[in-house]
T-cell receptor, first 111, second 114 residues
Framework: GESVGLHLPTLSVQEGDNSIINCAYS??????FIWYKQESGKGPQFIID?????DKRQGQRVTVLLNKTVKHLSLQIAATQPGDSAVYFC??????????FGTGTRLTVIP | DAGITQSPRHKVTETGTPVTLRCHQT?????MYWYRQDPGHGLRLIHY???????DKGEVSDGYSVSRSKTEDFLLTLESATSSQTSVYFC?????????????FGPGTRLTVT
């Protein structure tokens, strides 16, 4: 079946360092992927997306990498700040053309 | 936040009582979704709507019904609440289906069924 999971449930980084959050997916037919950030007590917030015809996409301080060969997605955050502390989810469009979410990684930034 | 409100934000109810959660959007987006979020499960789709009066089931639809009589409102009803429905419920909207369009989420409703 489909699975969108994360290699590490928690990640702690020093302020100013780069963060890498990983995600594995199993549906090779998925062609659209999204990263969301969720702060405590709030709804998920869209960060960046990527389509399967791309390997890399950059935003402001964030980069998403897609490796379709091994069905792996990663989110890189440059110069991590305390405000980046949150839970990060990846999601893929499922066979039903809806989003299927992973369980999330909690990022903690150490000042 | 992308013009999405949810009401109520918090609710405590007893087992067996009916509960209706409301999602309201001001973006005129065609698609609306209801998710539940539980520890260890991430976000799971309950129901979604692709237009007024057009709805379909998600992966965890048992025990829930929805209605959409206006573009801006999407209601989620628990006909007879159970303790397993204690969760945080999120509404989301999207311009189009998930084949390439991001979803924007509301602030959530925390529901406790005692």
């Amino acid at each position: 079946g489909e699975s969108v999971g994360l290699h590490l449930p928690t990640l702690s980084v020093q302020e100013g360092d780069n963060s890498i959050i990983n995600c594995a997916y199993s549906n090779s037919a998925s062609d659209y992927f999204i990263w969301y950030k969720q702060e405590s007590g709030k709804g998920p917030q869209f960060i960046i997306d990527i389509r399967s015809n791309m390997d890399k996409r950059q935003g402001q301080r964030v980069t998403v990498l897609l490796n379709k060969t091994v069905k792996h997605l990663s989110l890189q955050i440059a110069a991590t700040q305390p405000g980046d502390s949150a839970v990060y989810f990846c999601a893929e469009n499922s066979r039903a053309n809806n989003l299927f979410f992973g369980t999330g990684t909690r990022l903690t930034v150490i000042p | 936040d992308a013009g999405i409100t949810q009401s109520p934000r918090h609710k405590v109810t007893e087992t067996g009582t009916p509960v209706t959660l409301r999602c309201h959007q001001t973006e005129n987006h065609r698609y609306m979704y209801w998710y539940r979020q539980d520890p260890g499960h991430g976000l799971r789709l309950i129901h979604y709507s692709y237009g007024v009066k057009d709805t379909d089931k998600g992966e965890v639809s048992d025990g829930y019904s929805v209605s959409r009589s206006k573009t801006e409102d999407f209601l989620l009803t628990l006909e007879s609440a159970t303790s397993s429905q204690t969760s945080v419920y999120f509404c989301a909207i999207s311009e189009s289906g998930a084949g390439g369009y991001e979803q924007y989420f509301g602030p959530g409703t925390r529901l406790t069924v005692t």
